[in-house]
């Protein structure tokens, strides 16, 4: 079976940071595309940012010189560092696995597996 996990939620003030972890399990992680998306109440889902088993990233437009994704191969881990947090960055955020090979995508078809999600809640 396959299993992420997201931890690292939390409520920060306006310009905090924060990192936020996901463990996966059941797949051969280091083949594997992945990303972070969340979810705003009331808004769509929107990608945050995505990695290919490469290391190539992407970032959405609201996040990028903000937000960094990261991977660990080895300890089957991806990692969102979030820098001066602002209060519409208030979501839950997933973690997603894509596909062998696949590209770094915010195309929800892109993915095949999905974490619950870990609140974040920036306040001032």
């Known amino acids: 079976q396959v299993h992420l996990v997201e931890s690292g939620g939390d409520s920060v003030q306006i310009g905090a940071s924060l990192t936020l972890s996901c463990v996966t399990t059941?797949?051969?992680?280091?083949?594997?595309?992945m990303a972070w998306f969340r979810q705003a109440p009331g808004k769509e889902r929107e990608g945050v940012a995505s990695?290919?088993?490469?290391?190539?990233?992407i970032y959405g437009d609201s996040v990028k010189g903000r937000f960094t994704i990261d991977r660990d191969n080895a300890k089957k881990l991806l990692t969102l560092r979030m820098n001066d947090l602002q209060s519409n960055d208030t979501a839950i955020y997933s973690c997603?696995?894509?596909?062998?090979?696949?590209?770094?995508?915010?195309?929800?078809?892109?993915?095949?597996?999905w974490g619950q999600g870990t609140q974040v809640t920036v306040s001032s």
């Open positions: 059941g797949i051969r992680y280091d083949t594997y595309s």
């Open positions: 990695i290919d088993h490469e290391g190539e990233t």
């Open positions: 997603a696995a894509g596909y062998p090979y696949g590209i770094a995508t915010f195309d929800p078809q892109g993915f095949r597996w």
